[in-house]
Nanobody, 123 residues
Framework: VQLQASGGGLVQAGGSLRLSCAAS????????MGWFRQAPGKEREFVAA????????YVADSVKGRFTISRDNAKNTVYLQMNSLKPEDTAVYYC?????????????????WGQGTQVTVSS
């Protein structure tokens, strides 16, 4: 499985971005997906997860009410809509594939990772 994340950039506080993660292969719809982020000097942290059908989602408390995860299985793509961005959201954002069933909230739950896309929020 190969993942290609895109959509990052520089935005002012209060602004919005939508990240995309395109996956290769015909079996995308069989995988639960997640988004993580890593700020300089910090560990990679969970942001959001979505089930293979898209019916179940979960977002971290730090982004709840501001970020939404979704997917389009016909396009082999998972999205992260980020609204009301804050400077503390600045990080490299990674998408990941979880091969086993069930939403995952830990880095170790995921099997394949994209290359990351930089999000910078200025104050």
């Amino acid at each position: 499985v190969q993942l290609q994340a895109s959509g990052g950039g520089l935005v002012q506080a209060g602004g919005s971005l939508r990240l995309s993660c395109a996956a290769s292969g015909r079996t995308f719809r069989y995988y639960d997906m997640g988004w993580f982020r890593q700020a300089p000097g910090k560990e990679r942290e969970f942001v959001a997860a979505i089930s293979r059908s898209g019916r179940s989602t979960y977002v971290a408390d730090s982004v709840k009410g501001r970020f939404t995860i979704s997917r389009d299985n016909a396009k082999n793509t998972v999205y992260l809509q980020m609204n009301s961005l804050k400077p503390e959201d600045t990080a490299v954002y990674y998408c990941a594939v979880k091969m086993t069933s069930g939403l995952g909230y830990e880095v170790a739950d995921y099997n394949y990772w994209g290359q990351g896309t930089q999000v910078t929020v200025s104050s």
